[in-house]
């Protein structure tokens, strides 16, 4: 396993010249694009880790797939699908096109940021705090790490510069895709977007949804079945974004990505993967980290798609 890694280590690393790390937040500029690591988690609660393992980052993106398995659990998938749709788009992940385009004006999936912002305005939580309180919560049971924290300075720095996704926002109330206090929602999207995670953790909350919501770590059941295996859907048609079919391709395991530079694996009955690499392709995916997880899917035989 570890030789496996190591040498998906030295892939990803050659490639990582070729992206750059996300500065429309400008906390995240400060990232080192010359950093990569790779962790995996096997059901029976093996660790192996590789690379720049200490270092952490946001899970920005990655936040949804939390979002969007407290929703189910709490709302019900009809409720949520009501809301959001299942599609995967072939537009950046903040586009703002398609929601005037289309009628109803509905999301067309929860892993957009449209979809993910409608997803938490649903949630059954008074307030930005115990929304995000919620979703945090869930993370860590997810990772197996009750010390998980977000990243107060990335949080403050999206929420003072997110032109885009207040734009979003409003113009989904305007339409009646979604109700309530607009800033107070977005308060908590940008919270949850600064959850800050080692790529150990990562690779554990991959295995906990390969593994049908019990974190093998805790043994705690922390999802359903029945959610796991929506998300892991939606993971592998929309986790990457318009990059959902080329890593399917490449790659070909249910992932999840975030612009802090992570992605999340889920390798079905078998193991949880991740990276994290903050140098990012043009759109918003770690460069080193779909290197990586390409040469160890086909080393290790992990395709599932
Ligand atoms: N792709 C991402 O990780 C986007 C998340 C980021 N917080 C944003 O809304 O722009």
């Known amino acids: 396993m570890l030789q496996a890694m190591n040498e998906a280590l ?24 010359n950093t990569l690591a790779i962790a995996t988690c096997t059901l029976d609660g093996k660790i192996s880790q590789v690379g720049d393992v200490d270092k952490k980052a946001t899970i ?14 709490e709302l019900g998938e009809e409720k949520v699908f009501s809301k959001v749709g299942v599609d995967p788009t072939a537009d950046p ?14 999301p067309q999936n929860p892993l957009i ?14 307030d930005s705090n115990s929304r995000f309180l919620a979703v945090l ?11 998980i924290e977000a990243n107060e300075q990335v949080y403050l720095s999206e929420k003072a510069t997110s032109d885009r996704n207040r ?22 999207y940008f919270h949850q977007c600064g959850i800050e995670c080692s790529v150990k953790d990562l690779a554990v909350m991959g295995a906990t949804l390969a593994n049908d919501g019990i974190n093998p770590i805790t043994n705690e059941k922390v999802l359903s079945p029945r959610v796991c295996v929506l998300i892991r859907a939606l993971m592998a048609t929309c986790g990457l974004y318009d990059g959902s079919g080329e890593f399917a391709v490449r790659v070909g395991i249910p992932a999840k990505s975030g612009v802090g530079g992570g992605i999340v694996g889920a390798v079905p009955g078998k193991m949880g993967v991740a990276t994290l690499g903050p140098a990012l392709d043009d759109k918003g995916n770690s460069v080193g980290g779909i290197e990586a997880m390409e040469y160890l899917s086909e080393k290790l035989k992990l395709r599932v798609l």
């Open 137 to 147: 919560n869930l993370v860590r049971k997810l990772c197996g790490n009750e010390k």
């Open 113 to 126: 940021n449209a979809g993910a912002i409608v997803v938490l305005s649903i949630l059954p939580y008074h």
């Open 60 to 73: 920005q993106s990655i936040s949804k797939i939390a979002s969007l398995g407290l929703a189910i659990s």
């Open 10 to 33: 030295a892939r990803g690393k050659k490639v990582l010249h070729l992206g750059q790390v996300a500065t429309y937040i400008p906390e995240l500029g400060k990232a080192d694009p």
């Open 93 to 106: 992940f903040n586009s703002i096109m398609r929601l005037e385009m289309r009628k109803p004006h509905r």
């Open 167 to 188: 734009s979003l926002a409003y113009f989904l109330r305007s339409v009646g895709a979604m109700e309530g206090d607009i800033e107070d929602i977005l308060d908590s």
